[in-house]
């Protein structure tokens, strides 16, 4: 069974559309993470959320609007899509306390056209 | 959190032990050394992490220096399998209950027959 899943797994659409990307754990994890992955194959941190909480929200532009329903799902909103955010955006969970290791989902790839 | 150093790339020839050095000068007392794998087109994967005694999983090995500043992942018998990028991330608690990873450029093992 598939830990941390991620839909879809390629995104392709044009400038300006809104679009969502779905991310679910069935790892009973409390906290759960959104990355982004540039073409140059950095891999930073955008959003962290711990019980349905948002605790960590980096530089983003608010047009990214992430969203928990529940403890096992976070998914991530973007509106006005722009060139620059065509990436990989990767999900991951973990317990939520102490040094637990991150589970990743295996990626988004964004490509706008 | 500290800063780390790795090589860009790194060959090792399957079977054969391979050694990873990463440099943490910076690294304080409560940050932990964490190393991820990214195979390609897949999520980072979590392979082990320490504070600083030296750590054995089912995985690799963790070596850390006494004074922390550096430290060594080993995979003790390299397969095909094991060519990623590896990343060694510094790691501390805050912002409550979740930390985020930093990841930098990663050392690119290339694992040949």
């Not at chain 2, 060519?83 to 050392?107: E, H, Q």
Request: proline share 4%.
């Amino acid at each position: 069974d598939t830990a941390v899943s991620q839909t879809p797994k390629y995104l392709v659409t044009q400038m300006g559309n809104d679009k969502s990307i779905k991310c679910e754990q069935n790892l009973g994890h409390d906290t759960m993470y959104w990355y982004k992955q540039d073409s140059k194959k950095f891999l930073k941190i955008m959003f962290s959320y711990n019980n349905k909480e948002l605790i960590i929200n980096e530089t983003v532009p608010n047009r990214f609007s992430p969203k928990s329903p529940d403890k096992a799902h976070l998914n991530l909103h973007i509106n006005s899509l722009e060139l620059g955010d065509s990436a990989v955006y990767f999900c991951a969970s973990s317990p939520g306390t102490g040094h637990r290791p991150q589970h990743f989902g295996d990626g988004t790839r964004l490509s706008i056209l | 959190d500290a800063k780390t150093t790795q090589p860009t790339s790194m060959d090792c020839a399957e079977g054969r032990a391979a050694n990873l050095p990463c440099n943490h000068s910076t690294i304080s007392g409560n940050e932990y050394v964490y190393w991820y794998r990214q195979i390609h087109s897949q999520g980072p994967q979590y392979i082990i992490h320490g504070l600083k005694n030296n750590e054995t999983n089912e995985m690799a090995s963790l070596i850390i220096t006494e004074d922390r500043k550096s430290s060594t992942l080993i995979l003790p018998h390299a397969t095909l399998r094991d060519t990623a990028v590896y990343y060694c991330i510094v790691r501390a608690l805050n912002t409550g209950t979740a930390s985020k990873l930093t990841f930098g450029t990663g050392t690119r093992l290339q694992v040949t027959l």
